[in-house]
């Protein structure tokens, strides 16, 4: 997500960067560079059903909390690189990082896709459908922390995914890491979205340009970034994709 509004449609169904400071979905320092990204590589490629939906979400009024387009291209390409067929999404909106995954697994690959409102994702639902891609996600909705709990009782969940994204409340991150990391195998990935808070963790605490959103969450995500940075289960690689996206790959099983 990104605390950015989007911009006009260009001829191509795209999001046209505004100009200025944080005009765009991603946190590259020039909106011309960051239009020309989208224009040369992403949309051009981008799946029909996809655009569709991105469309669709950009209408709705927290349209800008989705995941940026040039984001979902790089989970399609980490979800093909590392062979991904069960995966897990944590925040799931009108489902557009979620269709971006569920074109990218095999056939019979499967997304437990959990959401506490179930009516965005209802939104983006007959997309996903026309997609042909529905039969593979499990959505649930409910608070994930709870169902996390839930399937951690049995020890036969345990390293049985192979990828998960995380994009939801922020202020939990830390409590959603303890119990993803039972739940990914070895070697599998969990991708963390918004870990740089939209260029926002270097600012000052009491910087005039942060809003109350961004200024309550920012200590969460810094607390957050501190953890996995320290963290011996899991190698890191923080991107500077969109908001910030945090890799983290499990190498081993306890600490
Ligand atoms: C940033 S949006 C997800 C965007 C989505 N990944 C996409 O790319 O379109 C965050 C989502 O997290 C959900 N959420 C917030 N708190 C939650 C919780 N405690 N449990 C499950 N979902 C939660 C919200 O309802 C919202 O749909």
Redesign the pocket.
């Known amino acids: 997500?990104s605390s950015i509004q989007k911009g006009q449609e260009n001829q191509q169904g795209g999001a046209v960067a505004e100009q200025g400071e944080f005009g765009h979905k991603s946190l590259l320092r020039s909106d011309d560079l960051y239009q020309y990204i989208l224009e040369t590589s992403v949309y051009p490629r981008e799946p029909k059903y996809l655009k569709e939906l991105r469309e669709l979400?950009a209408k709705h009024p927290l349209g800008p909390?989705?995941?940026a387009p040039d984001e979902?291209q790089f989970l399609d390409m980490l979800i093909k690189l590392i062979n991904a067929k069960n995966t897990m999404?944590?925040?799931?909106?009108?489902?557009?990082?979620?269709l971006a995954t569920a074109l990218a697994l095999p056939h019979d690959g499967k997304i437990l896709a959990?959401?506490?409102?179930r009516e965005?994702y209802d939104m983006g639902l007959p997309i996903i459908q026309k997609a042909g891609v529905a039969h593979k996600i499990d959505f649930r909705e409910?608070?994930?922390?709870p169902f996390l709990d839930q399937l951690i009782q049995d020890e036969k969940n345990h390293g049985t995914l192979d990828f998960i994204?995380v994009?939801?409340?922020k202020n939990?991150y830390i409590n959603y890491h303890k119990r993803v990391i039972e739940l990914v195998k070895i070697g599998g990935v969990i991708g963390y979205?918004?870990t740089l808070w939209s260029g926002s963790l270097v600012l000052p605490p009491d910087a005039p340009t942060m809003d109350d959103y961004l200024r309550n969450n920012r200590e969460f995500v810094l607390e957050f970034n501190k953890f996995l940075a320290v963290d011996p289960r899991v190698e890191i690689c923080q991107l500077p994709v969109s908001d910030g996206v945090t890799l983290c790959r499990r190498i081993c099983s306890s600490i």
């Open positions: 997500m979400t909390i989705s995941a979902v999404e944590i925040g799931v909106f009108t489902g557009y990082s979620l959990l959401d506490i409102n965005n409910g608070p994930a922390l994204f994009d939801a409340d939990n979205d918004n």
